[in-house]
């Protein structure tokens, strides 16, 4: 199979089961959306050396595939017949157990927290920031052509799981957080 098709030279794609739709459609800019972070949670994955955390990565990077998946297939008949992996409310679970796993390592915030740290704890901000636009866009989908609530409510979780990975970094490097200041008015 080659990798390119020139049917998307003059700017449409096939969603899967679906009909030819413009490249900047809320769709399209969705599941792109979720590419996005996927590929930005992979770079967060290869610069932490942490094996559970990398461990954790990968399995949310399995997961964003399935979203984006579900979000290329609009018609539910066809994503049942074809079998496509969705997210379900289990994954949401086992993110918030995570999260609640992970902050026993941390002290209880007090202050907002800046992106930075060590270099990966700066990459998962990164995506952490990614999931939070890859959100966006699948809640302006939603609003025109109603998205599957459990998969919005992973990607709001995905984005706190990403932050407490980036502070866990930090902890583990024995670096503290980059604590927001403010300026005086």
């Given at each position: ?17 679906g ?16 590419d ?84 990966a ?30 998969s ?11 932050f ?22």
């Amino acid at each position: 199979m080659k990798v390119y098709t020139r049917r998307g030279d003059r700017g449409e794609t096939d969603l899967f089961g679906g009909p030819r739709v413009a490249k900047n459609e809320l769709r399209v800019e969705a599941y792109g959306a979720v590419d996005e972070l996927n590929a930005v949670v992979g770079r967060a994955a290869a610069a932490t050396v942490h094996q559970d955390l990398r461990d954790t990565l990968a399995e949310v990077q399995n997961l964003l595939f399935d979203l984006g998946g579900t979000l290329a297939t609009p018609d539910a008949g066809q994503r049942a017949k074809s079998r496509v992996p969705s997210v379900e409310q289990r994954d949401i679970d086992a993110a918030e157990a995570r999260i609640d796993a992970l902050e026993r390592e941390l002290e209880p915030l007090k202050r907002f927290v800046l992106p930075g740290g060590t270099a990966a704890a700066a990459e998962l901000h990164v995506a952490r920031t990614v999931c939070r636009r890859a959100e966006r866009r699948c809640v302006a989908l939603h609003r025109e052509d109603p998205v599957d609530e459990v998969s919005l409510g992973y990607l709001n979780r995905l984005s706190d799981l990403l932050f407490v990975m980036a502070r866990v970094e930090n902890r583990r490097a024995d670096v503290a957080d980059v604590a927001w200041v403010g300026r005086e008015r």
